[in-house]
């Protein structure tokens, strides 16, 4: 059943044009954009391409996660349960667990796309990973699991309409201060230590410490993707309402 569902919810994800623009468009535009020209103060030694690259890629891999696990996902479901959709898979065998764990299934397949295109546009752009992949595989899914939970969460407690503005305004927020394009060491050190514990700042500073700096799985953002993840998805279970 669970299976069955994450195809499902695959397809429904494909299908929708505005949130393949957010999941597919914005992160490859900001990769092109922003790794051309030196438009934002990314630090010493990240002022030529190759620099802005290597802080950039990781950066926008972590947001294609955020878009898709979080915004994308939460919006989608808040609207299916809006329509009676999701009340109608209530009145299935399909458990709650089953349905966040197909549609947690359905954000991996997307985010594998999204990975293969901004990756083949880093490197056609000059990007240069080091360290393991299967260290930064392993990242990607824990960060897909710390964000999922939040969005699940959202969109099974709000309203449609709350839920659509409460994704897309965090998304906003994340974007400038998540870590994912602007370095947190822009921001105070009392701002920037508390923006470090959250998932998209986590998840892009672990892949930039292994496609950057070729470290091995760092243990601070895994241990933080872990408890956003297990808590969050805990919650989810919880708490989703399926009218």
């Not at 468009?25 to 690259?53: H, K, N, Q, W, Y």
């Not at 989608?76 to 764990?101: C, D, H, I, N, Q």
């Not at 998304?171 to 105070?188: D, H, K, R, S, Y």
């Amino acid at each position: 059943m669970i299976a069955s569902q994450a195809v499902l919810e695959t397809r429904m994800l494909l299908r929708h044009g505005e949130q393949l623009l957010l999941t597919m468009v914005i992160p490859t535009l900001i990769l092109v954009v922003f790794s051309g020209m030196d438009l934002i103060d990314l630090g010493a030694g990240r002022e030529d391409r190759a620099g802005r690259l290597e802080f950039l890629a990781p950066g926008v891999l972590a947001l294609a996660v955020l878009s898709t696990a979080f915004t994308g996902q939460a919006i989608a479901t808040g609207f299916e349960r809006r329509y009676g959709v999701l009340k109608r898979l209530g009145s299935t065998p399909l458990p709650r667990a089953g349905l966040m764990t197909a549609k947690t299934g359905a954000v991996l397949s997307t985010l594998s796309l999204q990975i293969v295109l901004l990756s083949s546009v880093a490197l056609a752009l000059g990007w240069e990973p080091r360290g393991n992949p299967f260290s930064a595989a392993l990242l990607i899914l824990l960060g897909t699991a710390a964000c999922a939970g939040p969005g699940l969460l959202l969109a099974g407690t709000l309203r449609a309409e709350a839920t659509l503005a409460a994704a897309n305004l965090v998304f906003v927020l994340l974007l400038v201060g998540g870590g994912v394009v602007i370095p947190l060491e822009n921001f105070p050190a009392p701002v920037a230590d508390v923006l470090a514990l959250g998932p998209s700042a986590a998840l892009a500073d672990g892949l930039r410490a292994v496609l950057a700096d070729g470290a091995a799985l760092p243990i601070g953002p895994v241990v933080i993707l872990l408890v956003w993840g297990v808590a969050s998805l805990a919650a989810a279970a919880r708490f989703f309402r399926w009218e």
